[in-house]
């Protein structure tokens, strides 16, 4: 037979077998390009086994192959001089040098942007090139894990294995690496070993193996991380790439994990992305970097939407998406009618679906819209929640039929605003609402009434720092010329429970001291603590002291105390002190603007700079939303609803 019979003969032969499968195994093939010899191997390969298993396997992986992507990792080497160094680092100290991480990489990323050499290249899509060997390891590999752990053999269904343990990708973007034979020599038996312990304390003993990982929210911000291993050279950054290094680990052992995250938070900025452990029928949700005392947050609280603590707040999710390897095509990104710059960025990837009510009790709002608002040629509508810098972040779809439109599965104790979406715009129209647990619905329509306010925050205080704060109360301000305080003198006592912000006091004291300090009988924290004297009337000269403290307190004895040491006998006339703080008080000599929100658009009520601790605003209008901005400093602002003299946050 000469080569072209041959090829012909191939042909046909490709031809004939592509119509043997269902069609969504024909639709990829269709997709495939050259690449279709490749995913037929896989198909023949398990036929010829006979391992109808497998089989199904490989189907669910040819099938949603489509839209599975990586990016081209050729101009990776251009940054690897950064994995290196921080493994460099962590070689010689045990621990990386974050400001050298960043100088270098700030460096990096003016002579060769991440965008210009990784983000905009033609992505790589699976489909063209995944080889059949790579696909059969794969399958193999996952499939011998899942049926040898004895934790999930007989407690993971076929279905949960192909969508949650089977896929060597659950990120998209990400390089093809052959991370399951890396991870399965690093914790080879891990589950064999420790079975029949609880499953949680099995995962809690894999997880506290990678406990030198930490988080580290501005640590080289943007470097492109697309391969595990020059994370594990790294081993800090932001829960995006955690969450995604987690699922290697814990998917190479045959046990499912999933990353989901929230778009953007109901009641805060940003958004968040952590792990979840699917088993027995429960979702173990848990942050994806190892914290002491935390067992990896096993949360049972998030499920009903009203978690809240000291620390994290209120924690409120308006939606939970899922990163998925397989194909979810819905709302407008299945709408031939509708132009891809006309849907939000969150809804144009099919990698994902929908698992709020995994997480909380939601609710199928419906909402009314006035016709004439419809901008022509628009078939849906979003609901959004703030984000940061007054900007309205759309977490959720609803088709419009007629004048209504159903929002499915959102969360509560949120307000939303309505909007369309167009030309990559958000366009608010109506008023925003909050939906309360119920389901009612509260609308904040500005009036033509107002009033004058008082305002101290642009953001709610964390309880626990209040909580701190408080313990101030009571504190002496004492001074001395000795360092351990044997002599000392008290000047004030600080007789007032100090909010999150700076506090001047005056001191008047006719004789020089070198050390100063706050005593108090409960364990307190100080934020900072500094020193001046008033030498003339228009002149204060503020001093240079180092920032002391107490030993550590014992249970028999909590007597803590800060101070300052100012090298030298001097004379003071006024102590500043602040509580530990997120600066999101007003702060005196800073610049502010005041907006209130009018269907949805955000309309200022003027500048002003801070003279003191509050900002005095006339002629407010009532039952409407109010935001603050600070225009010198800082991201973290938040809308609130001002009533009887405060300040209620949303």
Same mark, same amino acid.
């Not at 932001?238 to 987690?246: A, D, G, L, P």
């Not at 947050?297 to 308006?318: C, H």
């Not at 100063?516 to 364990?523: D, G, T």
């Not at 600066?583 to 003191?612: I, R």
């Given at each position: ?11 046909? =032969? ?8 269902? @069609? ?27 391992? +109808? ?52 990489? !700030? ?7 991440? #965008? ?28 011998? +894990? ?13 279905? %949960? ?8 990708? #659950? ?9 399951? %034979? ?47 291993? %020059? ?28 990353? !989901? ?131 309205? @972040? ?92 044997? !002599? ?18 005056? =001191? ?14 409960? @364990? ?58 997120? =600066? ?18 955000? @309309? ?27 225009? !010198? ?18």
């Amino acid at each position: 037979m000469n080569n072209k019979k041959a090829m012909l003969y191939f042909w046909i =032969l490709l031809l004939v077998s592509c119509h043997k499968y269902d @069609v969504e195994i024909r639709n990829a093939l269709e997709l495939s390009g050259k690449n279709k010899g490749e995913l037929i191997k896989v198909l023949e390969y398990y036929k010829k086994e006979g391992d +109808s298993m497998k089989l199904e396997a490989a189907k669910f992986l040819i099938s949603n192959l489509p839209y599975n992507y990586s990016y081209d990792t050729t101009n990776l080497k251009k940054y690897r001089i950064i994995p290196l160094m921080a493994k460099s680092q962590w070689e010689q100290d045990d621990s990386i040098d974050p400001n050298k991480l960043n100088k270098l990489w !700030d460096s990096l990323k003016i002579i060769s942007p991440a #965008h210009t050499y990784i983000y905009s290249k033609p992505v790589q899509e699976d489909i063209k090139f995944v080889t059949s060997k790579f696909l059969i390891k794969n399958i193999d590999d996952a499939y011998n +894990s899942w049926r040898n752990n004895p934790y999930a053999r007989d407690s993971v269904s076929f279905e %949960d294995f192909c969508e949650y343990i089977l896929p060597y990708r #659950h990120i998209q973007g990400k390089a093809l690496e052959n991370w399951r %034979d890396f991870f399965k020599s690093e914790n080879e038996d891990h589950f064999k070993d420790l079975y029949p312990i609880p499953f949680t304390k099995a995962c809690d003993s894999l997880f506290g193996q990678y406990k030198t990982y930490k988080f580290n929210y501005e640590l080289t911000e943007g470097l492109p991380i697309l391969k595990f291993k %020059d994370f594990m050279k790294i081993k800090s950054g932001k829960c995006t790439v955690k969450s995604w290094f987690n699922t290697y680990i814990v998917n190479t052992e045959g046990i499912p994990m999933v990353v !989901d995250f929230v778009p953007a938070w109901g009641n805060k900025e940003d958004n968040h992305q952590w792990n979840a452990l699917l088993y027995g029928g429960r979702t173990l949700y848990f942050e994806s970097y190892w914290e002491k005392g935390h067992s990896w947050f096993y949360n049972p609280d998030i499920n009903n939407n009203k978690f809240e603590d000291d620390w994290s707040g209120k924690i409120r999710l308006p939606k939970v998406y899922r990163h998925t390897f397989s194909t979810h095509m819905e709302g407008p990104i299945s709408d031939k009618r509708i132009k891809l710059e006309n849907i939000p960025q969150l809804f144009r990837n099919v990698k994902q679906k929908d698992v709020s009510n995994d997480y909380f009790n939601t609710i199928n709002l419906s909402h009314e819209i006035t016709k004439e608002k419809i901008p022509k040629n628009t078939y849906y509508a979003y609901l959004s929640v703030l984000g940061v810098n007054k900007r309205w @972040v759309p977490v959720q779809w609803g088709k419009i039929e007629g004048n209504m439109v159903i929002f499915n599965k959102m969360g509560t104790d949120i307000v939303y605003q309505p909007i369309f979406y167009k030309n990559g715009r958000t366009i608010p129209f109506g008023t925003p609402f909050h939906l309360d647990h119920n389901g009612n619905k509260k609308e904040f329509i500005p009036g033509n009434s107002t009033s004058d306010v008082v305002i101290k925050r642009k953001y709610p205080a964390k309880k626990g720092l209040e909580k701190d704060a408080k313990r101030i109360k009571g504190s002496l301000i004492q001074a001395s010329n000795n360092r351990d305080f044997r !002599d000392a003198v008290t000047i004030e006592q600080i007789d007032f429970e100090p909010e999150l912000r700076p506090y001047e006091i005056p =001191l008047n004291i006719k004789k020089k001291y070198r050390y100063f300090r706050i005593l108090s009988r409960n @364990v307190i924290t100080i934020k900072e603590i500094k020193l001046s004297y008033q030498e003339s009337e228009n002149k204060e000269i503020q001093l240079e002291g180092n920032f002391i403290t107490s030993s550590p307190s014992t249970e028999n004895d909590s007597t803590t105390w800060k101070g300052i040491d100012l090298k030298k006998k001097q004379y003071v006339s006024k102590i500043t002190f602040a509580p530990p703080n997120n =600066l999101n008080h007003v702060l005196k000599g800073l610049n502010y603007e005041l907006f209130y929100v009018d269907k949805g658009v955000f @309309v200022s009520l003027g500048q002003q700079k801070a003279e003191d601790y509050e900002l005095k605003y006339k002629n407010v209008p009532k039952n409407g939303l109010l935001y603050l901005k600070c225009l !010198d400093e800082g991201r973290q602002e938040r809308i609130f609803e001002y009533k009887n003299g405060e300040q209620i946050w949303y």
